[in-house]
């Protein structure tokens, strides 16, 4: 049973820094790409950014842009988020997700994290 427990939101500032963390568990991931998803309330869920757990490739959505890092942990199963310059629109529940090499979805979710930036 895949599970995905995310970890690490909470209350900034504006132009600050969080880091989110997703343990991975249930079976290997090699192939699969993790995804790190926001939504904000009245808003669509949007993916963040994604990796490839094995080839560490990574895709950003624009606004996350040079301001955001994702990044995975083989030892410890994780997939990390670093968060920097945040700003008052980055403010959502953050979730982690995983999509199987032969999947078009991601399938397996976890509960989500509140982040919260303030002006």
């Known amino acids: 049973q895949v599970q995905l427990v995310e970890s690490g939101g909470g209350l900034v500032q504006a132009g600050g820094s969080l880091t989110l963390s997703c343990a991975a568990s249930g079976r290997t991931f090699s192939n699969y790409r993790m995804g790190w998803f926001r939504q904000a309330p009245g808003k669509k869920r949007e993916l963040v950014a994604s990796i490839n757990w094995s080839t560490g490739s990574m895709v950003y959505t624009d606004s996350v842009k040079g301001r955001f890092t994702i990044s995975r942990d083989n030892a410890k199963n994780t997939v990390n988020l670093q968060m920097d310059s945040l700003k008052p629109e980055d403010t959502a529940v953050y979730y982690c997700?995983?999509?199987?090499?032969?999947?078009?979805?991601?399938?397996?979710w976890g509960q989500g994290t509140q982040v919260t930036v303030s002006s």
């Open positions: 997700a995983s999509r199987s090499p032969y999947s078009r979805q991601y399938n397996y």
